[in-house]
């Protein structure tokens, strides 16, 4: 039974209560508590369809059946048994400790105890303190009047003013520029302060404040008339403001073509991706933050010099075709750096900024100097959690010039493009026709094939390091960098990039004093995950039967045990912790962690493995880039875990259906949101998980079929599309690791059968893969040859 009840006190930010009592008989058979599971699913589905901001109350007896199954994101409050020792009565609800649970003698002759819920939920203006915030404020023409600005500039008179003796002070010419711009800004925008509350409706406008002020202020004066007149206005003005709300978001929706209002009309109705937190704006706190920030400066005690470069290096220059392009692709939806400088005005007058910048970016490069402004960056901390205990417990957000972002991914294809191709195989990151799909079938491939050969196991080290991009040493990476063969003139620049670059933590309008670092990349930067690979391109294993899987900074050792040998697996996680300490990189042994995955008959104890003399935690279950592995290599936890956030998507995708979106809307939505989740690395574990997980996985799909009201394509469709997608990739990739399980026989029209003894290998990506293609009608012909430079 469901009860729909709009109490006369309600929270604001739920809409009614769904009151739904349940009763499950006892039963033996999986079956029948499966089938009652599914019924009472389909029923509160679509309850939440109708009322997506209800609050959900589950209660009754459900005799050992799990409603989390089906619903994954709800809670349960009830913790003691409710019947003899055994808890047969649930009570589920939407919000985490809304309730207090406490037990009360049976009612007549029940052999139920009595549950009494002690209502433990506070409002979300009482938990969330109102949030003041500065914003700009564009008025029409604006970026007209300032293309027409910068248009009649003189630019060359900043350059002038900055040159002495035929030498160009590039700080001055740069800050000179930036700080013009920032100035003609200011003289067409207007700044203004808003106060945003948690449980603010999106329709409420300055207008109903000033009614709603108007209505108070006549009560209080106790003029009657005067209260009938504001009461009546306030009514007119709040229907207005619900339907300029509603024209606006319609409006948003009228060209589907347009994703970047049709997106912001989605976030507007569901709220999704709220505001995060944010810590307080105390001076002291913030000072500490800074220093805590930069705590990986005490390690660098080397000294940053640049090698004179030879008379024949030949300096990287730009174009100013290529700056008008990086100009032109801005996102200006992105937060400014330290300058100021918003996106949008580099991408509207992305034309009458070109020269000046190019002329820049170019003087940058040829004295191997980057100005200070374009280094400076910006930390915003935001709390990991809502109550932060000590400093780690904030995330550093960096925020640098968008300028600079622009010439340093300039910089970086032209480091790309300069790069042998003998670079690492199995670093995945930042590589064409790479993903973490590709380091995950990679791993678990060489696993599960080394898992066929008798009296063997397999053992998974997963490496987490300490703030790593943090910890580089500029000087360390330069000397790889010419290795590599980056001439030396880049290689100063990089140096000088990564060196004297001022940092400051700000929260609202206060800013922390100013720290410069020589050590680390910021994550804000473009140029810093490519810096790193580079830095970690050598660190290879040096035994046959020990693997590297490298993405980004997640690296995971792969360890082929036979007959009980450790030996080779040791002493390589060994000298992985003697290479991180001499290229100082910190291990956090806390964090790693370790998977031995062993299907021998025999039990054998395993000997705990130590690194630096701290024991390496082993578990049964770890999140590997995005991908839940367990040690007996099953996919129940990793479906379980995409089912849980697939359903929470369920409610955003119900509130758009509530505000009466159009299915083409919905359906969009549906693709960025619910089936990105549920087809994340599909092609990894699809094929190998059981037909229970791809019911629960399906079930969402029906149920957002449901709501939408269009048919959707199933995940097996979709499975078997991106595989053959996948595998004709790597087919045609002769630099891809897994390349040369793809091998033509002799006829040329179909691939080399792989052998498999178990159902785990068979069912593999790698398997699957190459059955695919020889399922294909036409198999597509290969390069004859291997591409001859490496992208990253």
């Not at 209505?215 to 007149?229: I, K, P, Q, S, V």
């Not at 010419?482 to 880049?490: C, D, F």
């Amino acid at each position: 039974m469901i009860i729909k009840c709009r109490p006369f006190y309600l929270p604001r930010e739920y809409t009614a209560i769904l009151l739904v009592s349940v009763y499950i008989p006892p039963n033996n058979n999986n079956s029948n508590r499966n089938d009652a599971l599914n019924e009472l699913y389909q029923h509160i589905s679509e309850q939440q369809t109708a009322h997506p901001d209800a609050f959900l109350i589950i209660a009754g007896d459900f005799n050992h059946a799990d409603l989390k199954s089906v619903f994954p994101k709800i809670h349960q409050h009830i913790n003691f048994p409710t019947r003899g020792k055994n808890i047969l009565d649930f009570v589920y609800t939407t919000q985490r400790g809304a309730y207090k649970a406490l037990p009360l003698p049976h009612l007549g002759a029940s052999d139920h105890i009595t549950v009494m819920l002690m209502p433990a939920y506070r409002p979300l203006v009482k938990v969330a303190k109102p949030v003041q915030k500065q914003i700009q404020v564009w008025p029409e023409g604006s970026s007209e009047a300032l293309q027409d600005c910068f248009d009649t500039t003189d630019w060359n008179m900043f350059k002038q003013a900055a040159t002495y003796n035929n030498s160009t002070d590039l700080q001055e010419y740069s800050e000179t520029v930036t700080a013009y711009i920032t100035k003609c800004i200011e003289d067409v925008t207007v700044t203004k302060t808003i106060t945003v509350r948690a449980n603010q409706k999106p329709w409420m406008t300055g207008e109903v404040y000033r009614l709603l002020e108007t209505r108070n202020a006549a009560f209080r004066a106790g003029d009657e008339g005067g209260l009938r007149t504001a009461r009546a206005n306030l009514s007119r003005g709040i229907r207005e403001a619900k339907r300029q709300y509603s024209r606006r978001i319609a409006h948003q929706f009228s060209d589907s073509r347009d994703t970047r209002s049709l997106w912001q009309g989605i976030q507007t109705i569901t709220d999704y991706k709220p505001p995060q937190r944010t810590c307080d704006s105390n001076i002291s706190l913030l000072n500490e933050l800074n220093t805590f920030f930069a705590r990986f400066e005490a390690q660098n005690s080397s000294t940053a010099q640049k090698t004179p470069p030879p008379p024949s290096d030949q300096v990287m220059m730009l174009t100013p075709d290529s700056v008008r392009r990086s100009f032109s692709r801005i996102n200006a939806r992105k937060a400014p750096g330290p300058d100021n400088i918003p996106g949008r005005v580099l991408r509207d007058c992305a034309a009458e900024l070109t020269d000046v910048f190019t002329d820049i970016f170019n003087i940058s490069l040829s004295q191997a100097v980057v100005p200070t402004c374009f280094k400076a960056t910006t930390i915003i901390p935001v709390p990991k959690k809502p109550s932060p205990s000590c400093f780690n417990d904030y995330r550093p957000v960096a925020l640098t010039p968008i300028l600079m972002k622009c010439f340093e991914r300039l910089v970086m294809h032209h480091i790309k493009s300069a790069l042998p191709p003998s670079l690492d195989p199995f670093q995945f990151a930042y590589r064409s026709n790479r993903s973490t799909d590709d380091a995950i079938s990679t791993t678990l491939h060489s696993a599960l094939t080394h898992l066929e050969k008798k009296d063997s196991y397999v053992r998974m080290l997963f490496i987490d390091f300490s703030s790593a991009f943090n910890t580089i040493i500029p000087q360390q990476l330069i000397h790889k960098l010419v290795e590599l063969g980056l001439n030396t003139s880049l290689c100063n620049w990089l140096l000088d990039f990564l060196t004297g670059r001022p940092q400051a933590v700000r929260v609202g309008s206060n800013t922390s004093s100013t720290i410069t670092l020589n050590t680390g990349a910021p994550q804000g930067c473009v140029l810093s995950p490519l810096l790193f690979t580079l830095l970690t391109h050598d660190c290879t294993p040096s035994h046959n039967s020990n693997l590297f899987i490298k993405f980004a900074d997640d690296t995971t050792v792969v360890g082929l045990i036979s007959n009980r040998d450790e030996t080779n697996y040791r002493s390589e996680v060994s000298r992985l912790a003697g290479w991180c300490s001499d290229n100082n990189l910190s291990l956090n042994v806390e964090k790693t962690k370790e998977i031995v995955v062993d299907f021998r008959r025999a039990h054998t104890q395993h000997v705990p493995l130590t690194i630096n003399g701290a024991t390496v935690e082993r578990v049964s279950s770890t999140k590997f880039l995005g991908v839940h592995i367990t040690e007996d290599l099953s996919w129940t936890d990793n479906t379980a875990a995409l089912a849980k956030k697939s359903q929470q998507r369920l409610y955003f995708l119900r509130k758009l259906r509530r505000a009466r979106a159009p299915p083409p809307i919905m359906y969009t939505f549906y693709r960025g949101t619910i089936e990105s989740i549920l087809t994340s690395c599909i092609t990894v574990w699809y094929g190998a998980c059981n037909a229970s997980c791809r019911k629960t996985l399906q079930r969402i799909v029906r149920a957002a079929e449901k709501i939408i009201g269009v048919s959707l394509p199933s995940l097996q469709d979709i499975y078997g599309t991106r595989l053959t997608r996948k595998a004709l990739c790597i087919a045609g990739d002769p630099t891809h690791p897994s390349h040369s399980f793809f091998s033509l026989l002799p006829s040329g029209r179909r691939l080399r059968s792989l052998q498999a003894r178990t159902s785990r290998l068979k069912d593999s990506f790698i398997h699957q893969a190459v059955r695919k293609l020889n399922s294909l009608p036409n198999l597509p012909p290969r390069p004859s040859s291997a591409p001859g430079t490496t992208e990253l």
